[in-house]
């Protein structure tokens, strides 16, 4: 298959700039023979809106824009399917009374020029939030002709939703393996912390931080025990809005067995179209693994920063054998919201008390805490548990070498009293004997109770009773 990745600097509200800049990108490269092309996300309109007010004039109707009008002349010029991120506007006249619907979606188009998919970012980023709505249908998945079973997510679907879920929910990688995907398809506008005059100096290495945290965030799928080849297609913008600074680093991955093969991988600051064709062998391999087995790697081209006890990401020969090619531990990384995120467990206030382990996760496709975006009923005895000090018995017994059991109180017996007890026959009846009810009137002598008469009862008859 081969997969183009369209990778430029569009800028907010400069809608037909964005259009020529991104055509002078490919007319550059002018690819042959592709099977899929993919733009980042909101492509044309620019990205960092502040307001529904500021993005109103740049709304585009469903599947009726000039993205999608691009996407289907683009379509049918390459002959492949095309997929670009705009902000929609839907018609609500047909189920009147409705409010406004807004999203930011991204269209799919065949190489006909007929639109396949239209789908709906699902998790939200702070900035989408001003304006648009969550999608939802949940993540896409299909069958597309010439690219098989698809997923596509936005951006952000990637990560916990709204950074509250638990970093082990993995709300996207679980899907795609529910839905047992050989393609996974993300359009993007990922950001980076970095300071745009830093980040500027180095235009084509990639950002080897923004690369570990996606396939952080891909663990589940790495670490699947299935056959078969999965093809993730990461298309990033670069350049900057206003201060936000974009990271870049579009890739094309394959996963198998625990081992990610890289296909092709752009620069941070690179403006190309990135072309890669998976039925050749790979640009080179990424392994991660102990910093000690790290530092043993025989071809070494580009690593992450390491931290003592971290984890080592890094390009390698793809004919040179890793030492180790299983991802034992997550590895380190920046989240696109704040440089300080924790990768190991994400919470509004985590305790310094709770400590992430890491599950087998090979036959448990489901969290057992799922995100509060997809809630789940189903449990699972392999999933996360967070260790607590045990709690002493006692403020006492916690300092002290004294047995903390309690006996109970040693209450004295009284003496045993004389009870009398009356004789057969003396003791008196508590109602006249007439009023015994005659069904009990078998169970006495008819010299003790007198004569028989009817039974009278002073409760009124009710069906309660």
């Not at 492509?43 to 004039?57: C, D, E, V």
């Not at 359009?187 to 912390?193: C, D, E, K, Y």
């Not at 589940?220 to 993730?232: D, F, K, M, Q, Y």
């Not at 391999?285 to 070494?300: G, H, Q, R, V």
Request: hydrophobic share 30%; charged share 25%; with cysteine.
């Amino acid at each position: 298959m081969r997969i183009g990745c369209l990778q430029f600097a569009p800028q907010v509200g400069d809608v037909d700039n964005n259009l020529n800049r991104a055509d002078a990108v490919l007319s550059r490269a002018n690819p042959k023979d592709l099977d899929l092309l993919v733009l980042p996300e909101l492509a044309f309109s620019g990205y960092n809106f502040r307001s529904l007010q500021h993005i109103t004039p740049f709304l585009e109707p469903t599947a009726a824009g000039i993205t999608s009008l691009w996407a289907r002349t683009t379509a049918l010029k390459y002959n492949c399917v095309v997929t670009a991120g705009y902000p929609e506007k839907v018609d609500v006249r047909a189920k009147w009374p409705a409010g406004p619907e807004y999203y930011n979606s991204a269209i799919t188009v065949n190489q006909e020029g007929e639109t396949v998919a239209n789908y709906r970012k699902c998790f939200l980023y702070y900035t989408d939030e001003t304006w648009a709505l969550e999608g939802p249908d949940g993540f896409y998945s299909g069958e597309i002709d010439g690219l098989g079973k698809v997923v596509m997510g936005i951006c952000m679907d990637l990560n916990p939703y709204k950074f509250e879920a638990p970093w082990n929910a993995w709300e996207f990688s679980y899907h795609v393996l529910y839905k047992e995907a050989n393609l996974v398809v993300l359009t993007m506008a990922w950001l980076t912390r970095e300071d745009i005059t830093t980040y500027s100096r180095s235009p084509r290495e990639p950002d080897m931080d923004t690369l570990s945290y996606w396939l952080s965030r891909l663990e589940p799928i790495i670490r699947a025990e299935r056959t078969g080849e999965i093809i993730v297609v990461l298309a990033n913008r670069c350049g900057s809005e206003d201060e936000v600074v974009y990271a870049g680093t579009s890739a094309v991955l394959g996963i198998n067995g625990g081992e990610v093969k890289v296909y092709g991988i752009l620069g941070r600051g690179e403006k190309e179209l990135l072309v890669v064709d998976t039925s050749k062998r790979p640009k080179a391999k990424l392994i991660s693994e102990p910093e000690s087995a790290a530092s043993a790697a025989t071809t070494t081209t580009a690593e992450s920063k390491d931290s003592e006890n971290s984890v080592s990401t890094a390009y390698t020969d793809p004919d040179s054998e890793p030492a180790t090619t299983k991802y034992e531990r997550r590895p380190e990384s920046v989240s696109p919201r704040d440089a300080n995120y924790p990768p190991t467990f994400s919470s509004s206030n985590p305790s310094d008390d709770e400590s992430y382990q890491d599950p087998v996760r090979s036959h448990n496709p489901f969290p057992e805490t799922p995100s509060p975006r997809f809630p789940a009923n189903t449990t699972s005895l392999l999933s996360p548990r967070f260790n607590l000090p045990p709690t002493p018995k006692s403020r006492k017994a916690s300092v002290t070498s004294e047995s903390s059991e309690q006996h109970a109180p040693v209450i004295p017996e009284e003496p045993a009293k004389d009870v009398k007890v009356p004789e057969a026959g003396t003791i008196p009846l508590p109602f006249p004997a007439s009023e015994v009810p005659n069904h009990y009137q078998s169970s006495f002598t008819s010299k003790t109770l007198g004569s028989r008469t009817e039974h009278v009862s002073k409760r009124p008859r009710s069906a309660f009773w």
